[in-house]
């Protein structure tokens, strides 16, 4: 069975290192932002194979409380980036209330 749902697009992710990412983008069914108080995707993992899907990644769960996006632990954004913030796979569309 496959759910559709309406998830905010991951438009862009330069993390080339992650499975998940190709031509700089992910291609992850859906992805998880959140660590503790760190905007990390939590669905990043270092491979050097790579994902050969032609899908593009929505947000699926955030869970970082205080962003300005964050609804009921969802992602209201109409999309995100994922990029470096020192050596961490970060969401840079994260912003604070």
Same mark, same amino acid.
């Given at each position: 069975? $496959? $759910?559709?749902? +309406?998830?905010?697009?991951?438009?862009?992710?330069?993390?080339?290192?992650?499975?998940?990412?190709?031509?700089?983008? #992910?291609?992850?069914?859906?992805?998880?932002?959140? +660590?503790?108080? +760190?905007?990390?995707?939590?669905? &990043? &993992?270092?491979?050097?194979?790579?994902?050969?899907?032609?899908?593009?990644?929505?947000?699926?769960?955030?869970? $970082?409380?205080? #962003?300005?996006?964050?609804?009921?632990?969802? #992602?209201?954004?109409?999309? $995100?980036?994922?990029?470096?913030?020192?050596?961490?796979?970060? #969401?840079?569309?994260?912003?604070?209330?």
């Amino acid at each position: 069975m $496959i $759910i559709a749902t +309406d998830m905010p697009e991951v438009a862009k992710c330069v993390i080339s290192q992650c499975a998940y990412n190709a031509d700089d983008a #992910c291609h992850a069914r859906a992805i998880t932002i959140g +660590d503790g108080d +760190d905007p990390d995707c939590d669905t &990043f &993992f270092d491979s050097n194979k790579h994902t050969h899907s032609g899908r593009t990644a929505g947000v699926g769960a955030c869970k $970082i409380e205080d #962003c300005t996006h964050n609804r009921d632990f969802e #992602c209201t954004a109409d999309s $995100i980036q994922v990029g470096n913030r020192g050596s961490e796979a970060n #969401c840079l569309t994260y912003t604070t209330h």
